[in-house]
């Protein structure tokens, strides 16, 4: 057994650091996202809003990655869910509204400008800490439009509006439509209107065979790389207006999507749904996942 005792040392060290690296990676992907926030915030003072806006996408990816790898490691923590939302403010909260204000030439409306800007870093907050509180109240779709989503359609319209103006196209525009469009955003962030969640796409799932997965995503990958300025921009503003346009249209035909628990409860016996029901308020909070 004593001869034992070194080898089982050794290998619980080698497992503790292990753990260390799984709890440390998603918290270094965050600081990625932070750290991508603040270079687009420099680059929208510096008036390089096209680096501003990659900046975005950077911080959007390393958002994506960080509660990817929290969930496939099994690292989830109060902690990082906090210092997620805290990076999330930065990177699609005050970037994009810093890169509108700039870009979009909101300076010219004076107080006014920097009112609906900021209007958006606002909403962006709130709309994370409603977030934490609750992931949203049907299976498959966000309360609002989520902040990553909202950045999104900020940058694709910079780029776009380059697009336009290499092209030969460009046109004088008031400061009115970027700040009230900016506001727009905002006000929508912060909406109960459902968006479709990404995630409940079955992506590690092939179609009808593996070949055709493959072509699927070879062909988006095409689209998105033969103007990734129009095609982000086309795709942005599809998923901005579809929410708004499938509320109204599931009203008007009388429909109601599946709320988040009715499938567990509905196969549950009654005094098992009261006690599921009944608040806890004593109760600690899980850790949400993160928006993207």
């Given at each position: 057994?004593?001869?034992?005792?070194?080898?089982?040392?050794?290998r619980?060290?080698?497992?503790?650091r292990r753990?260390g690296?799984?709890t440390?990676l998603?918290?270094?992907l965050?600081?990625?996202?932070?750290?991508?926030?603040f270079?687009?915030i420099t680059?929208?003072?510096?008036?390089?809003?096209?680096?501003?806006?990659?900046?975005?996408?950077?911080?959007?990816?390393?958002?994506?990655?960080?509660?990817?790898?929290?969930?496939?490691?099994?690292?989830?923590?109060?902690?990082?869910?906090?210092?997620?939302?805290?990076?999330?403010t930065?990177?699609f909260?005050?970037?994009?509204?810093?890169?509108?204000?700039?870009?979009?030439?909101?300076a010219?409306?004076?107080?006014?400008?920097?009112?609906?800007a900021?209007?958006?870093?606002?909403?962006?907050?709130?709309r994370?800490a409603?977030?934490?509180?609750?992931?949203?109240?049907?299976?498959?779709?966000?309360?609002g439009?989520?902040?990553?989503?909202?950045?999104?359609?900020?940058?694709?319209?910079?780029?776009?509006?380059?697009?336009?103006?290499?092209?030969?196209?460009?046109?004088?525009?008031s400061?009115?439509l970027?700040?009230?469009?900016?506001?727009?955003?905002?006000?929508?962030?912060?909406?109960?209107?459902?968006?479709?969640?990404?995630?409940?796409?079955?992506?590690?799932?092939?179609?009808?065979?593996?070949?055709g997965?493959?072509?699927?995503?070879?062909?988006?990958?095409?689209?998105?790389?033969s103007?990734?300025?129009?095609?982000?921009?086309?795709?942005?503003?599809?998923?901005?207006?579809?929410?708004?346009?499938?509320?109204?249209?599931?009203?008007?035909r009388?429909?109601?999507?599946?709320?988040?628990?009715?499938?567990?409860?509905?196969?549950?016996?009654?005094?098992?749904?009261a006690?599921?029901?009944?608040?806890?308020?004593?109760?600690p909070?899980?850790?949400?996942?993160?928006?993207?």
């Amino acid at each position: 057994m004593s001869a034992l005792r070194p080898q089982q040392r050794e290998r619980r060290r080698v497992r503790e650091r292990r753990f260390g690296l799984r709890t440390l990676l998603p918290q270094i992907l965050t600081t990625g996202n932070l750290g991508a926030g603040f270079f687009s915030i420099t680059r929208s003072a510096g008036g390089d809003y096209d680096m501003a806006a990659l900046a975005i996408v950077f911080a959007i990816a390393f958002d994506i990655a960080d509660g990817r790898v929290a969930r496939f490691a099994h690292t989830e923590s109060r902690f990082g869910a906090e210092y997620d939302s805290i990076a999330d403010t930065v990177s699609f909260g005050v970037a994009p509204a810093l890169l509108a204000y700039g870009a979009g030439g909101l300076a010219a409306l004076g107080w006014t400008g920097w009112v609906l800007a900021s209007l958006f870093t606002a909403c962006a907050g709130l709309r994370l800490a409603r977030f934490n509180l609750g992931a949203g109240r049907y299976r498959g779709w966000f309360d609002g439009l989520s902040t990553p989503a909202a950045a999104g359609v900020v940058l694709s319209t910079v780029w776009f509006a380059g697009l336009l103006r290499d092209a030969g196209l460009a046109f004088a525009l008031s400061p009115w439509l970027p700040a009230l469009g900016v506001a727009l955003l905002g006000v929508l962030m912060v909406s109960s209107v459902p968006y479709y969640s990404f995630k409940a796409l079955p992506l590690h799932r092939p179609l009808r065979t593996p070949a055709g997965n493959r072509a699927l995503m070879v062909l988006a990958f095409a689209l998105i790389m033969s103007k990734p300025s129009l095609t982000f921009f086309l795709f942005g503003m599809g998923y901005l207006v579809s929410g708004p346009l499938l509320w109204l249209w599931r009203r008007h035909r009388g429909l109601e999507l599946e709320a988040v628990g009715t499938t567990e409860m509905r196969s549950q016996p009654a005094p098992a749904r009261a006690e599921q029901m009944a608040p806890r308020g004593d109760t600690p909070q899980g850790c949400p996942e993160n928006e993207a």
